[in-house]
């Protein structure tokens, strides 16, 4: 089972910044946070990760809390192309290669 | 810097036929995983392989499925006597690393196959 969970969809205007929460209370210290995206019958595409920190690419920027128990993947500017199923996804170093993919986040962009 | 490739794109095939999915990674990687997807459902990871090794299996259905990545051409997802259930997308991963890494996967457009 994902060890993540997300709201089932959520709307955000063309231009406004994108908000898409995710909780994963039972994280462990060694564990990463993964986002990735999946427009409609594309392969999933890689956004962004991280440990602790927040960090920011070209993409987007993933804000994790203090205790890591929730993080928050912001686009900044949302466009048309950013609809598409957001997956918040939890993995370590040890046998974590398997991607445990949940339900997602269906983001609808409106213009 | 090409990315993942899968071929082909779309399969269709009969009850009974072989189906045969391929996967060319990035360049670079040497790690590759087989994740399938059912309709309206998150990808469920099959199996992962190095070259010339399985490395994990687990999530393959244990008759009908085999995969492979030789140490020259690309990796090979086969599903022998295909049923209707088999219908779904199937999608390759790649990473440079893989077991005790975090290593990125990157994923193909993945191979939409129909059973009639």
């Known amino acids: 089972d994902a060890k993540t969970t997300q709201p089932p969809s959520m709307d955000c205007a063309e231009g406004r910044a994108a908000n898409l929460p995710c909780n994963h209370s039972?994280?462990?210290?060694?564990?990463?946070v993964y986002w990735y995206r999946q427009i409609h019958s594309q392969g999933p595409q890689y956004i962004i990760h991280?440990?602790?920190?927040?960090e920011t690419n070209e993409m987007a920027s993933l804000i994790i809390t203090e205790d890591r128990k929730s993080s928050t993947l912001i686009l900044p500017h949302a466009t048309l192309r950013d609809t598409a199923v957001y997956y918040c996804i939890v993995r370590g170093m040890d046998s974590n290669y398997q991607l445990i993919w949940g339900a997602g986040t269906k983001l609808i962009i409106k213009p | 810097n090409a990315g993942v490739m899968q071929n082909p794109r779309h399969l269709v095939r009969r009850r009974g036929q072989e189906a045969r999915l391929r996967c060319s990674p990035m360049k670079g990687h040497s790690h590759v995983y087989w994740y399938r997807q059912l309709p309206e459902e998150g990808l469920k990871f099959m199996v992962y392989?190095?070259?010339?090794?399985?490395?994990?299996e687990s999530g393959m259905p244990k008759e009908r499925f085999s995969a492979e990545f030789p140490k020259e051409g690309p990796s090979i997802l086969r599903i022998q006597q295909v049923v209707r259930g088999d219908s779904a997308a199937y999608f390759c991963?790649?990473?440079?690393?893989?077991?005790?890494?975090?290593?990125?996967?990157?994923f193909g457009p993945g191979t939409r196959l129909t059973v009639l």
């Open positions: 392989l190095q070259k010339e090794n399985i490395i994990d």
């Open positions: 991280g440990l602790k920190n927040n």
């Open positions: 991963a790649s990473s440079p690393r893989g077991l005790y890494s975090t290593d990125t996967q990157y």
């Open positions: 039972t994280i462990s210290g060694n564990e990463y």
